[in-house]
């Protein structure tokens, strides 16, 4: 066939079935599993320090319960779920013709997957308000999905790690929410600049430009992405002048003031939980004001609260948040529960998982799982060795019996995969007598102890 390749059908079989997975989902091998629960571990703990409690909610969620809760941005990144069997039927061809994609979603689509943890949390403080004692501090660490374009730092399934108050409108529920994200990046090893702003200050700007918050806080909020031309050119189309657009920059880049009462209502909040973090607190991660901060999920009605790597303290190239969240006064109020008011954070796990392998924060010890392995010579030696074993476990120390009496080199590479630290080799001549041979596998060094000595020389 002159130098042409031409596959036999087992070829194009394979070819076709080759596995994968969505754009944006990752696997996570065990090693990465073990760095990512050390994360999730820290900042479980410090929830509980802080007195909050855990719930789960279902990873779906009815359609309107999650529609019109995030602005039209983020309603655009909802996952939707086809109804189950013919989701099409009901539906006339010339209605599907006639319908816009969005009219049409609302005939086959019943359910979504959840975009954030905070909506699925209002709804269940509403469905739940009778055995709930207020203010009720709750923790949830599970994935979210979101129909986003992936890059780096930014994908369509992910974890998120909330904390929120809900039921109290102090503003120490923000100073607590702002320690706890200071401990957390303090016991990762990570340096975080936490950046302030409050929703009242984008609605005093709202008003002197006379258009609605939600637009103004959409635009503002994309200018890390798209710089000062692009917000330029979208609020063009919403009819700001030049010189409005200047003055606006003003406003939020060089703290030019507002002669407006919501707008100095809210400067005074956010100096006031600066003041008390800065002050009376010993927070150690750099505390900021932003007023460009919008974050533009349209149920922040206070405190907008986001937090980025220190690159000043650190060599990392990470630009996007690793934290964020804010204040809601009446997102319970969609769902029946007015006038209770929440504050919360989420902590982006997979974000994290990102800056710490780039900072190399990871400790030694996380990478591994077990620490000891016995080599497997046979029959008698299993029994032997079994109740050692056993014993180790008891312990809380991490043992594997190599299940087959494998080749000696393939049980050592198995070890040396894993980065196991200690080995032990127990022949017929160490039964006789009463011994273990325990070798060290990072110095090399062996010895024979008898399994009473065993535990010390490992812990």
Known sequence: MNGIFVPDNKTVISYILKPSIPKGTRDFSPQEMVKRNYIFDTIRQVFRNYGYLPIETPSMENLDTLMGKYGEEGDKLIFKILNSGD??????????????????????????????????????????????????????????????????????????????????????????????????????????????????????????????????????????????????????????????????????????????????????????????????????????????????????????????????????????SICGGGRYDDLTGIFGLPNISGVGISFGADRIYDVMEELNKFPEGVTGTTKVMFVNFGEKEAQYCLPIVADLRKENISTEFYPDAAKFKKQMSYANDKKIAYVVFVGADEMQKGVLKLKNMASGEEREISSGELIKHIV
Request: net charge negative; charged share 30%.
């Open 87 to 320: 989701f099409l039927d009901g539906v006339k061809d010339k209605d599907i013709k006639a319908m816009s994609s969005k009219e049409l979603t609302k005939h086959i689509s019943e359910k979504a997957l959840r975009y954030d943890l905070t909506v699925p949390f209002a709804r269940y403080v509403v469905q739940h308000q009778n055995d709930i004692t207020f203010p009720f501090k709750r923790y949830q660490i599970q994935p979210v999905w979101r129909a986003d374009r992936p890059q780096k730092g930014r994908y369509r399934e992910f974890y998120q790690c909330d904390a929120d108050v809900i039921g109290s409108d102090s503003l120490l529920n923000e100073v607590e929410l702002i320690q706890i994200i200071d401990e957390v990046f303090n016991k990762l090893g990570v340096p975080v600049i936490i950046k302030l702003n409050n929703r009242k200050v984008l609605q005093g700007i709202a008003n002197v430009f006379d258009v609605p918050v939600a637009e103004i806080a959409t635009v503002i909020d994309k200018y890390e992405k798209i710089g000062g031309e692009g917000v330029a050119k979208e609020l063009k189309e919403y009819d700001f002048s030049d010189a409005e657009i200047n003055q606006l920059f003003r406003v939020l880049f060089e703290g030019e003031a507002i002669s407006q009462a919501v707008f100095e209502e809210g400067n005074n909040e956010v100096n006031k939980i600066m003041t008390t973090c800065q002050k009376q607190l010993k927070i150690t991660s750099k505390i900021e004001p932003d007023l460009s901060l919008a974050r533009g999920l349209n149920y922040y009605t206070g405190s907008i609260i986001e937090v980025k790597v220190d690159r000043n303290k650190c060599k990392s190239e990470f630009t996007s």
